[in-house]
T-cell receptor
Framework: GAVVSQHPSRVICKSGTSVKIECRSLDFQATTMFWYRQFPKKSLMLMATSNEGSKATYEQGVEKDKFLINHASLTLSTLTVTSAHPEDSSFYIC????????FGSGTQLSVL | KQEVTQIPAALSVPEGENLVLNCSFTDSAIYNLQWFRQDPGKGLTSLLLIQSSQREQTSGRLNASLDKSSGRSTLYIAASQPGDSATYLCAVESSASKIIFGSGTRLSIRP
């Protein structure tokens, strides 16, 4: 079945640094990928829709300069959390569609 | 604006019981509805996808139904097992190609 790989699974960083999260579709091409954020015991909140070859579409309230999304190829989208702060600590998950939605395994970001 | 609600938020049942998880949505103009399973600290695993034209989908011990007119979906789990313990999320894809998730039901199956 379709597989979406997300890396890293866990990252701890100092406040003020930037963190890049990768999302790859391993056996299919994805012109669109989605980035979600999940707080503890809460549901997933869509942050942005990543479009191959064009700018991402951000949901209301999501800072595009804070969460940089690049979708440079049909199999790779990256989310960069710039100048991370403790309030950015969260679980980030990407997904891509191949008929169904397939999700990466998520990235637990902890900002100290 | 589409809103997705899941009830109950948490459920604990003894092993072997059949159970039903509920999902309701406010806007019936949907493309599809999908049920996911999430284990603690993990990503999501797709369980069942129901297209808007379908009424139900089955996979093994799982059966999902969709009633668009009433804005409801149910996930039926037969003969529950401890390994079924997880959070179950439903997600609705609207006509605007946006996917809205419910807040999930945390299911615990007691041995």
């Amino acid at each position: 079945g379709a597989v979406v790989s997300q890396h890293p699974s866990r990252v701890i960083c100092k406040s003020g640094t930037s963190v890049k999260i990768e999302c790859r579709s391993l056996d299919f091409q994805a012109t669109t990928m989605f980035w979600y954020r999940q707080f503890p015991k809460k549901s997933l909140m869509l942050m942005a829709t990543s479009n191959e070859g064009s700018k991402a579409t951000y949901e209301q309230g999501v800072e595009k300069d804070k969460f940089l999304i690049n979708h440079a190829s049909l199999t790779l989208s990256t989310l960069t959390v710039t100048s991370a702060h403790p309030e950015d600590s969260s679980f980030y998950i990407c997904s891509a569609r191949n008929e169904k939605l397939f999700f990466g395994s998520g990235t637990q970001l902890s900002v100290l | 604006k589409q809103e997705v609600t899941q009830i109950p938020a948490a459920l604990s049942v003894p092993e072997g019981e059949n159970l039903v998880l509920n999902c309701s949505f406010t806007d019936s103009a949907i493309y599809n509805l999908q049920w996911f399973r999430q284990d603690p600290g993990k990503g999501l695993t797709s369980l069942l996808l129901i297209q808007s034209s379908q009424r139900e989908q089955t996979s093994g011990r799982l059966n999902a139904s969709l009633d668009k007119s009433s804005g409801r979906s149910t996930l039926y789990i037969a003969a529950s097992q401890p390994g079924d313990s997880a959070t179950y999320l439903c997600a609705v894809e609207s006509s605007a190609s946006k996917i809205i998730f419910g807040s999930g039901t945390r299911l615990s199956i007691r041995p």
